[in-house]
């Protein structure tokens, strides 16, 4: 079983930066595709990121493009989601999640394992 714990959420200003690392153990880090996805209340969960094992795919929803980054280390077994010019409807607790794919996947069905979460406020 792949564990996997999510940190770096808080409240911000709009127009604030934030880095949401997510660690993994368990299992080789190596072999997923790591992605992360976000939940508004009241909404369904959506896809955000993701980056293949290597790191040399990568995806975003329109709605992030130009202004997150995701990143991954394997000999550390940390990805991450550097957020920027964040606005108030980024507001949402953010799930760092891993699966196995051939690709950078945006299908919420190829990720089997899931962090808890970290909260991301954004204020206006």
């Known amino acids: 079983q792949l564990q996997l714990v999510e940190s770096g959420g808080g409240l911000v200003q709009a127009g604030g930066s934030l880095r949401l690392s997510c660690a993994a153990s368990?299992?080789?880090?190596?072999?997923?595709?790591m992605g992360w996805f976000r939940q508004a209340p009241g909404k369904e969960r959506e896809f955000v990121a993701a980056?293949?094992?290597?790191?040399?795919?990568?995806s975003y929803t329109d709605s992030v493009k130009g202004r997150f980054a995701i990143s991954r280390n394997n000999t550390v077994n940390m990805a991450y989601l550097d957020v920027n010019s964040l606005k108030p409807e980024d507001t949402a607790v953010y799930y760092c999640?891993?699966?196995?794919?051939?690709?950078?996947?945006?299908?919420?069905?190829?990720?089997?394992?899931w962090g808890q979460g970290t909260q991301v406020t954004v204020s206006s």
């Open positions: 999640a891993a699966g196995l794919s051939a690709d950078a996947s945006r299908d919420i069905a190829t990720y089997r394992h």
């Open positions: 368990g299992r080789t880090f190596s072999v997923f595709v």
């Open positions: 980056i293949n094992w290597n790191g040399r795919i990568t």
